[in-house]
């Protein structure tokens, strides 16, 4: 276990120049010795070439294209319907890269995202990944549709990013993009600083990459190397190579990023409930955040008087279960480099982790913001090693004592993509009653012929006033295929378990998990492939007591042109009750042992028209009664500039207890419109009847001014960031206003 943030990073910072001297010669301990099918060449230029989204440079003559794709889907391994070429130049400071994305129909071309960072499921589009360690396991992902809109991320460990894409999307990185719609298709022209990539390296620089192209009128999928159904973009040891880059100008990433604020904030009475001061405050204040490369694969992210306004707000939702809902990080500073701190807890739950950094600078109760003073993090490999250290301090705010967060990760890379980790965590806080919450484990990943993956992990809290029970332990094993998925898991959680900076959905728990799905693909006319799955959740406590047990059958479609079903034929509940369940206002569940059954039936329209639907309905028991779960989900896109994204969830129970007959109704309403690629509004009205103050809103107003510096104006009624709570809290109704302005420099 750890002592203290103090020593944690004195720790890290004397073992620098030791392991910066080991890192002198890239390390690559995992496939040296694995051949490589595809290699891109890039040609040297003077200057940069026209970066206006055509070919038409004489300069891309230069480069020999690069081709060869192959259909990742819909029919895997064959040539794709249309042909791709890629064009790689660089000068001393920069890599350009030109794209002809043929298309014999321009017309079906779908091109309708100009916000930058969010998802581009709905368009075509092109991305780059560039993995510039050529370590096989972390990559930069570069993404573009044909209106040159961007999204970028960080892809560590070979982790997916999930539905929001490939990699983790927190990452910003400093680039420039054009694209064009022509008769021939579209092309486009990118531009990536060496600096954008840390890279300080300047003789004999080989890169692993890859291309992916998606071409959404025939949801078709073409990858460049590793276009296996199994594999995908996030597999980077399954990349190509770049070479030809040599004498490039030292590049070390330096940014200075400033930011002042100005507004007000407005509480009302209910508030001092809470903790918290009713009534209206000013807010003006300023910080600074640097991001400073150490080493080629090395950053310092340093932070003062930190500011979350520009943050996405959570999407409210409403807990059918007496265990805590998972929501995602959305705050710049911790989701930079995320994935090197991930200590996943297990596979059944999907949320459960040692560190979970919502659990810094948020009430976990109220959801409000606690300040923080400062925090300093550094990410990166060294010498074979991952690693990441995090210092974060808070100051008193409210219910909050002040506190201090100290965070240490590093894993050993071993061959195939394996690695074997650590990771200690220490908070220590200013209220007497609970000083100090101390968390430590070890885990494990074996990756063996590629498709089938072991894990392991044993982690120990330490916490005021508690012995014992405070152990987690667990094993599992993932296989897949492209027509079979196996996993399956053991875990054993002590009654004490208690990770403060982690998130855990359940503890006292002997959790046993295993999950079966075939992926056929028939040749029926319209149908790209078919599911089977099954799954068995079974948890005792650790006396052996049932305490909440789950099996289901579900039946899925997947069309060619996007649509798809999702049907749970059966879903079998068992639920034991300890303590009475308060699910709505005075609404409450007694003590007790609870059996029920659910079904599910889902549609959701072709993913490439103006206008998509998504259609939801989940009914039967539930617990002593019934319920009904009705969705809806839409999007209207009439045109790049206007997006409009409708949502709605009407739960109808009816259960047996005092006031059990009552419906909850959550809805969002969520409007884009992007004035160009660099100025954009978005607005979100979200309705949840099950809180006293059932509207809540954010409009947000972004220019980009600048690459890396934005002007903000922001105005939130309601709550930014929704409470970890396991009941249903009730909300605060706060009122918002802020104007932020950020500028990004390199001194």
Not at 51 to 76: K, S, V
Not at 263 to 273: K, N, Q, W
Not at 421 to 435: E, T
Not at 524 to 550: C, M
């Amino acid at each position: 276990m750890l002592s203290g943030s103090r020593a944690l990073l004195c720790v890290f910072v004397s073992t620098l120049p030791a392991a910066a001297a080991a890192a002198g010669q890239q390390a690559n301990p995992t496939n040296q010795n694995r051949p490589v099918n595809h290699i891109a060449h890039a040609a040297k230029v003077d200057h940069a070439p026209r970066l206006d989204g055509t070919l038409d440079d004489p300069l891309w003559r230069q480069a020999t294209p690069t081709t060869d794709f192959r259909q990742r889907e819909p029919y895997e391994g064959q040539a794709p319907t249309e042909e791709t070429e890629v064009r790689i130049l660089y000068t001393r400071n920069e890599v350009y890269f030109g794209i002809f994305c043929h298309d014999r129909n321009p017309n079906a071309i779908v091109a309708t995202q100009l916000r930058r960072d969010v998802s581009q499921e709905f368009d075509d589009y092109f991305e780059i990944v560039i993995d510039s360690n050529h370590d096989r396991r972390n990559a930069y992902v570069f993404q573009f549709n044909p209106l040159g809109t961007q999204r970028d991320a960080l892809i560590t460990e070979e982790q997916s990013g999930g539905d929001s894409g490939d990699g983790d999307p927190g990452w910003d990185g400093v680039w420039t993009s054009e694209a064009r719609i022509t008769s021939a298709g579209w092309t486009a022209t990118v531009a990536i600083p060496f600096a954008t990539l840390n890279f300080m390296r300047s003789q004999d620089i080989v890169w692993g990459i890859n291309f992916k192209r998606f071409i959404r009128s025939k949801n078709e999928e073409d990858l460049w190397s590793g276009w296996r159904r199994s594999f995908g973009m996030n597999r980077i040891s399954q990349a190509g190579e770049l070479q030809g880059i040599s004498d490039i100008g030292s590049s070390r990433l330096f940014i200075v990023k400033p930011y002042g604020l100005a507004g007000f904030r407005h509480l009302p009475p209910s508030a001092a409930a809470s903790g918290l001061t009713p009534g209206t405050t000013g807010l003006y204040t300023g910080g600074l955040d640097i991001k400073l490369g150490l080493r080629s694969n090395l950053v310092a992210n340093l932070t003062g008087n930190t500011d979350f306004a520009d943050a996405d707000v959570d999407a409210q939702q409403f807990n059918l279960t007496p265990y805590r809902l998972f929501f995602p990080e959305k705050r710049q500073f911790f989701l930079e480099n995320a994935g090197v701190f991930d200590f996943p807890l297990g596979i059944s739950s999907g949320a459960d982790r040692l560190f979970f950094s919502r659990q810094i600078g948020i009430d976990p109760i109220t959801g409000q913001q606690v300040p923080i003073n400062g925090g300093a993090k550094i990410t990166g490999s060294l010498g074979g090693f991952q690693l990441g250290a995090m210092d974060v301090d808070t100051r008193s705010s409210g219910p909050n004592y002040y506190a201090n967060y100290a965070v240490m990760r590093v894993k050993r890379a071993l061959p195939g993509g394996s690695y074997i980790g650590a990771m200690g965590i220490d908070k220590r806080s200013g209220n007497p009653l609970d000083r100090f919450n101390e968390a430590g484990g070890v885990d494990t990943r074996v990756v063996l012929l590629k498709n089938l993956v072991f894990s392991g992990f044993a982690a120990q809290t330490r916490t005021q006033g508690i012995s014992g029970g405070q152990t987690n332990l667990g094993a599992g094993a993932d296989y897949r295929t492209g027509w079979l998925e196996f996993a399956a898991e053991h875990r054993k959680i002590g009654p004490n378990f208690n990770p403060a900076v982690g998130f855990l959905e359940r503890t006292d728990c002997v959790c046993n998990f295993a999950d079966l799905t075939l992926k056929p693909r028939p040749k029926i006319r319209g149908v790209r492939e078919l599911n089977f799955e099954g799954f068995i959740f079974h948890g005792p406590d650790t006396h052996g007591v049932l305490q909440t047990q789950e099996w289901q059958g579900t039946f899925r479609a997947l069309f060619h042109n996007g649509a798809y079903t999702d049907d749970d034929i059966a879903d079998v509940f068992a639920q034991r009750l300890t303590a009475p369940f308060n699910i709505y206002k005075n609404v409450t569940l007694p003590a007790g042992f609870y059996r029920w059954t659910r079904h599910q039936l889902t549609y959701g329209s072709p993913q490439d028209r103006e206008f998509v639907v998504r259609v939801f309905e989940r009914f039967g028991s539930y617990y002593s009664g019934r319920l009904n779960e009705a969705r809806v989900r839409t999007t209207y896109r009439p045109s790049e500039r206007l997006s409009f994204s409708f949502s709605q969830q009407w739960n109808r129970f009816r259960l047996p207890v005092a006031g059990g007959n009552f419906s909850v109704v959550i809805g969002s309403l969520e409007t884009d419109y992007a004035f160009s690629r660099f100025v954009s509004l978005a607005t979100i009205l979200q309705i949840n009847t099950a809180n006293t103050q059932a509207a809540s809103t954010n409009l947000r107003l972004r220019w980009n001014y600048r690459p890396d510096s934005d002007l903000y104006v922001i105005y939130t009624v309601g709550q930014q960031f929704a409470s970890l709570a396991a009941a249903n809290p009730a909300q605060l109704t706060e009122n918002r206003f802020a104007v932020k302005y950020t500028y990004s420099w390199r001194p």
